[in-house]
C-alpha cells in the first residue's frame, strides 16, 4: 500500500479491529434485520389471523429489542466495515468500489426504504391496534421491511463472493478493464446468498426464543406457542443452509480448500484437523440441544438452554466469517490483489524498481536504502506489508514468528513468504536491497525489545526526528 | 502550487459507463446528498441539545410545557440520527470514487481517531435511546434522566472534531506532511473556524425546523401540545437569528483561513457570486423573522418563506464549498491521475518481461526429492548444505531417520529433536508418498 500513508494498530493489529467491528455487524444485521424481519413478519401474520392479542405484542417486544440493535449498532458497524476498510486497505475497497459502484448505488437506495419502512413500522404498530384496517397496513410495512433487507444483504453478498471468486471479470490487466456484470454474477454469489439467507433466519429465530424466554416469564403457554413457531423455524432452516453451504463451498478456488482446516483452528494445530471437527461439532451441538429442547419442553427448560443455544450460534457464525477470511488469503481479491494491497500484475515492476521508491508517503530520504537507513527503511517495509496481518508484540507478533532466526535466515525466509509452506502469505515485494533491509529490521526487532529511534535512523535524516 | 505528497489513484476506470456527462452528475449528487446530510446532522445536534435543555427548564420551572416540548423533540432526535447516518453513506461512495486518494489518505492520517464516528456514534445512539425510552420510567428521577441527555448529547458534538478534521484535511493536501496527524489538524485555524460555523449553523437550522415543527403542533386538538407549538415557534426565531448573525461574521474567516491558491481559483471561478446570494437570502429570512419576532402564531406563509429561502441559501453554501473543494484539489487529483498512468504503462512493460523470461526459462533437472521440496515450500526453511530456518537436510541426513519417521515428522513435528530452533510448523497436507521421496532425497545427502 505505497500510495497512502500508515497507521498503525498496536497489539491488536488491523485484522482484528476489522474483525470487532465486522462480526457484531454480521451479528445484528443478519439476526435483527434481515432473519429478524422475516419471522417478525411472520409472527405478525400469525397474530393477524388468529386475532391473537398476546403473540402481536410478543412480537413488539422482540421488534422494539430488535429495532434498537439494528438501527443503533448494526447500521452504523454497517457503515463501521467500509470505514475501517478505508483505513486498513483502502487500495482493495477504492477497487471494489470502482467496480460494484451502481450495485453500492442501488444497494443504498434500496438501505432506504429498509430504514424509512422500519421506522414507520416500529413507530405505528402501537397506534394499529389488531383487528382494524390499519393494522393490516402496518403488516404491509413490515413485507416491505423485510423485503428490502434481504436484498440489501443479496448486494453485498455479490461484493463479498466476488472477493473470493471474481470469475472471468478483467477483461484486460493493463488497463484494468472490468466486466460489470461477470463481476456481479460471480461463480459464489448465489449460493452464499442461500446460504447467508438461511442461516440468518434460524439465528434470528434463536435470538426470539430467547428473548420469548424473558419476555414470557409470566405466561408459559405464550411461551410455549413462541418456542414452538421460532423453532419450527429454526429447526427448518438448518437443512437448507446446510445445503446451501455444501454447494457454496464447491466454489471455492482449490488453493483456498486447501487452507479450509488451518483456518478452521489455528497454524499451530494444523496436525490436528479433526480438532476443528470437534469444535464444530460442539458448537453445533449447543445450538441443537438448546433449540431442540425448548421446542420439545418449552414449558420446563431453563433459560440457560438459551443461553446456550445462542452461543454456540454466535459460535458458529462467528467460526464461518473467520474461515471465509481466511481462506481468501493471500489476497483480498482473488487473483488481482494481495492482503497487503499489492496487485499481483505489479509486483515484477516493484521487484524490479523498488517499492520504497512510490511510496508517497514515506519521507525522501528512505526512499533509497543505504547502509545508513537501512533500519527505518526495512520498517517502512515492514509497515507497509506485513502490517495487515501481523504486529509487532501482539497479535500474531512477527518478533515472536522469527524466534531462532538471525538476520542471514531470515533474508532466505521472506524470498519465500508465498511458498507452500505459507501460502496464505503475499510474497515480499521489492528489491533484493529492500529485502536486505527488511530482514535486518526484523532482526533488530528480534533482538532488541524496545525500538530506539536513534538506532532506526543513524546519522541521517534529521527531517524525520520530530 | 508544490505538493510535497502526491498519492496514487486506483487503476481502474470511473464507473460512468463510458458516459462523458456522468462525472459532473456524480459531482452534483455529491453536493446533493451531502446536503441533506449535513441538515440531518444538524437537527440532531440542535434537537438533542433542545430537548435536554427543556427538559431542565421544566424542571427548573417546574413548567410542564416545557417538559412535553422536551419529549416532542426526542422524535426528530431519532430520525435525524437514522437518516443522519443513512444519508452519510451517499457522499462516503461518491466521494471515494471522486477523489479517492485525497479522502483515503485524509482518513487515515487521522486513524484511529475517524473511527470515533463509528464507536462515538454508537455510544451516543445507544444513549440517546436510553434517554427517549426511560422519560415516564425515570420521571420522578429527573435528574438522572437529565444527566443521561447530557451526556449523549456531549458524545454527538464530539462527532464532527473526527469528521470535520478528515474533510478539512482532504480537502488541503498543500498541509500534508510525512507525520500529518489527527491533532496537528484539529487544531488548526481553518478546522477551528469551520466547526465554529458548524455549530453554529446546526443551531440555526434547528430554528428553521422549530419553526415548522412548532406550525403543526399548533394545530393540534390537546391545548398543552398547542402550548408547546408557541413555545417551538418562539424557541425557532431566536435558535436562528443569533447564530446566523454571528456566522455572518465566522463566514469571512473561514473563506481567508483556506490556502492562497485555493482562495484564488475560488474567486476566478466566480464562487464568491453565491456568497453574495447567500447574504442576501439569510437576511431577508431574518428580516421576515424580526418584523414577527412577538407573534408566537407565526404564519404558515411565513414560515414556509423563510424555508424556501433558507433552502436557497443551503444549496448555494453547499456549492461554493464543493467549489473551493475542487479548486484545492483538482492540481493534486490531476497529479495523481498522471502519476498512476506512468506507473501502469511501466508495470506493464515489467509485466511482459517477467512472463516472457517464465516462459523461456531453462528446464533445470534435479533430483525427484528435491522438486517435491520445492514443490511443498520445505526449501522455504530448509537447504541442503546450511542451516536456515530449519537445520540442514545435511545435518538430518544425519540422523538417519526411516521415510516413514520422516513423513512422521513433517506432520507432526517433535521441536525437541532441535533444540534453538523455532518449532517447525505440521505440514499435513503434504501427501506422505511425496515426503518418502523428498525423505529418500534427504537421504542422499552426506
Known amino acids: ?466 | 502550487m508544490k505538493f510535497n505528497i502526491i498519492p496514487g489513484d486506483i487503476p481502474l476506470p470511473l464507473p460512468t459507463g463510458g458516459l462523458e456527462f456522468m462525472e459532473p452528475v456524480f459531482h452534483a449528487l455529491l453536493v446533493v446528498s451531502w446536503v441533506i446530510h449535513i441538515l440531518f446532522i444538524n437537527v440532531l445536534l440542535g434537537a438533542s441539545f433542545a430537548s435536554v435543555y427543556f427538559n431542565k427548564r421544566g424542571v427548573n420551572e417546574k413548567n410542564p410545557v416545557f417538559d412535553k416540548v422536551a419529549y416532542l423533540l426526542t422524535t426528530p432526535v431519532t430520525i435525524s440520527e437514522n437518516m443522519g447516518a443513512l444519508w452519510g453513506v451517499a457522499p462516503l461512495l461518491l466521494v471515494s470514487i471522486l477523489i479517492t486518494p485525497l479522502f483515503y489518505s485524509a482518513s487515515i492520517m487521522n486513524s484511529p481517531h475517524w473511527l470515533h464516528i463509528i464507536y462515538g456514534n454508537i455510544v451516543a445512539f445507544l444513549l440517546s435511546y436510553l434517554y427517549k425510552y426511560t422519560w415516564h420510567t425515570l420521571h420522578a428521577r429527573k435528574s438522572l434522566h437529565i444527566l443521561i441527555g447530557t451526556i449523549a448529547v456531549a458524545m454527538f458534538f464530539t462527532l464532527p472534531l473526527a469528521f470535520m478534521s478528515t474533510v478539512q484535511l482532504a480537502m488541503t493536501p498543500s498541509t500534508w506532511t510525512y507525520h500529518t496527524h489527527f491533532w496537528d489538524i484539529l487544531l488548526r485555524s481553518d478546522t477551528f473556524f469551520r466547526l465554529v460555523h458548524f455549530y453554529l449553523a446546526s443551531f440555526a437550522v434547528t430554528g428553521v425546523f422549530m419553526l415548522v415543527y412548532g406550525m403543526y403542533k399548533r394545530r393540534s386538538d390537546d391545548p398543552e401540545i398547542v402550548e408547546a407549538g408557541k413555545v417551538l415557534t418562539r424557541t425557532g426565531k431566536s435558535w436562528f437569528l443569533v447564530p446566523t448573525v454571528i456566522n455572518l461574521f465566522i463566514g469571512p474567516l473561514v473563506l481567508f483561513s483556506f490556502p492562497d491558491y485555493g482562495i484564488e481559483a475560488f474567486f476566478n471561478h466566480g464562487f464568491h457570486w453565491l456568497i453574495v446570494l447567500t447574504v442576501l437570502v439569510v437576511v431577508y429570512a431574518g428580516y421576515q423573522l424580526l418584523k414577527d419576532f412577538f407573534n408566537d402564531d407565526l404564519p404558515a406563509s411565513k414560515v414556509w418563506s423563510v424555508v424556501a429561502v433558507m433552502f436557497i441559501a443551503v444549496v448555494s453554501m453547499a456549492t461554493l464549498r464543493h467549489g473551493m473543494r475542487m479548486g484545492l484539489i483538482s492540481p493534486v487529483l490531476a497529479a495523481s491521475k498522471a502519476k498512476t498512468e506512468a506507473f501502469q504503462k511501466e508495470s506493464l512493460l515489467a509485466f511482459e518481461a517477467a512472463q516472457k523470461a517464465q516462459s523461456e526459462a531453462p528446464v533445470v533437472t534435479q533430483p525427484a526429492g528435491m522438486a517435491l521440496a520445492e514443490k511443498h515450500g520445505c526449501l522455504a526453511c530448509h537447504n541442503a548444505e546450511v542451516k536456515v530456518v530449519g537445520p540442514a537436510y545435511k545435518d538430518v541426513a544425519q540422523k538417519h531417520y526411516s521415510a516413514t519417521q520422516i513423513v512422521q515428522l513433517v506432520h507432526q513435528p517433535k521441536p525437541e529433536n532441535w533444540p534453538g530452533y523455532m518449532p517447525m510448523p505440521p505440514m499435513p497436507q503434504v501427501p506422505p508418498a511425496d515426503i518418502a521421496q523428498i525423505a529418500d532425497w534427504i537421504n542422499s545427502l552426506k
Request: hydrophobic residues 50%.
Open chain 1, 1 to 466: 500500500m505505497f500510495d497512502y500513508p500508515i497507521f498503525e494498530m498496536p497489539l491488536l493489529g488491523h485484522r482484528f479491529l476489522f474483525a470487532f467491528d465486522a462480526i457484531l455487524h454480521v451479528f445484528i444485521s443478519h439476526g435483527a434485520a434481515v432473519g429478524g424481519s422475516i419471522i417478525l413478519m411472520l409472527s405478525q401474520w400469525l397474530a393477524i389471523r388468529n386475532n391473537d392479542r398476546k403473540l402481536d405484542e410478543l412480537s413488539y417486544k422482540i421488534l422494539f429489542t430488535f429495532f434498537i440493535l439494528a438501527t443503533a449498532v448494526g447500521a452504523l458497524t454497517g457503515i463501521g466495515i467500509w470505514i475501517h476498510i478505508n483505513i486498513i486497505n483502502p487500495a482493495a475497497i477504492g477497487a471494489l468500489l470502482r467496480v460494484f459502484f451502481w450495485k453500492w448505488f442501488i444497494e443504498w437506495i434500496v438501505f432506504n426504504v429498509e430504514m424509512i419502512f422500519l421506522l414507520w413500522w416500529f413507530l405505528s404498530w402501537k397506534s394499529a391496534p389488531l383487528g382494524t384496517p390499519a393494522k393490516a397496513k402496518n403488516f404491509k410495512l413490515g413485507m416491505t421491511y423485510a423485503i428490502a433487507s434481504w436484498f440489501t444483504m443479496a448486494i453485498i453478498t455479490a461484493i463479498l463472493g466476488f472477493m473470493m471468486t471474481p470469475g472471468n471479470w478483467l477483461k484486460s490487466y493493463f488497463p484494468a478493464e472490468p466486466d460489470y456484470l461477470a463481476a456481479l454474477f460471480n461463480p459464489s454469489w448465489i449460493p452464499s446468498l442461500g446460504f447467508r439467507t438461511f442461516w440468518s433466519i434460524a439465528w434470528a429465530s434463536a435470538m426470539a426464543m430467547l428473548l420469548s424466554w424473558l419476555f414470557t416469564r409470566n405466561d408459559t403457554e405464550l411461551r410455549q406457542k413462541a418456542m414452538r413457531l421460532y423453532g419450527t423455524v429454526l429447526l427448518a432452516c438448518i437443512p437448507l443452509f446446510c445445503l446451501f453451504g455444501a454447494w457454496y463451498y464447491d466454489q471455492f478456488p482449490q488453493a483456498a480448500k486447501d487452507l479450509f482446516w488451518m483456518g478452521a483452528i489455528t497454524r499451530r494445530l494444523a496436525a490436528h484437523p479433526e480438532y476443528a471437527t470437534y469444535l464444530m461439532v460442539g458448537l453445533s451441538s449447543m445450538v441443537l440441544a438448546g433449540a431442540v429442547s425448548l421446542y420439545a419442553k418449552p414449558k420446563r427448560t431453563p433459560l440457560v438452554m438459551a443461553v446456550i443455544m445462542l452461543f454456540g450460534s454466535m459460535g458458529l457464525i462467528g467460526e464461518f466469517e473467520r474461515v471465509r477470511e481466511f481462506v481468501r488469503k493471500p489476497y483480498i481479491i482473488y487473483d488481482y490483489m494481495y492482503a497487503n494491497g499489492v496487485r499481483v500484475a505489479d509486483v515484477p515492476y516493484l521487484n524490479k524498481d523498488g517499492y520504497l521508491k512510490h511510496a508517497a508517503f514515506v519521507p525522501p530520504e528512505f526512499r533509497s536504502v543505504t547502509p545508513d537507513n537501512k533500519l527505518m527503511a526495512g520498517k517502512y517495509l515492514y509497515q507497509m506489508q506485513c502490517r495487515y496481518c501481523h504486529t509487532v508484540n501482539g497479535i500474531n507478533a512477527i518478533r515472536t514468528r522469527i524466534q531462532g532466526m538471525d538476520e542471514q535466515s531470515i533474508f532466505i525466509r521472506i524470498g519465500a513468504l508465498n511458498s507452500p509452506a505459507t501460502p496464505f502469505m503475499p510474497p515480499f515485494t521489492g528489491t533484493e536491497e529492500e529485502r536486505h533491509a527488511l530482514a535486518a529490521y526484523l532482526d533488530y526487532i528480534r533482538v532488541n525489545k524496545v525500538e530506539s529511534e536513534d538506532d532506526l535512523v543513524k546519522s541521517s535524516a534529521p527531517v524525520y526526528a520530530h
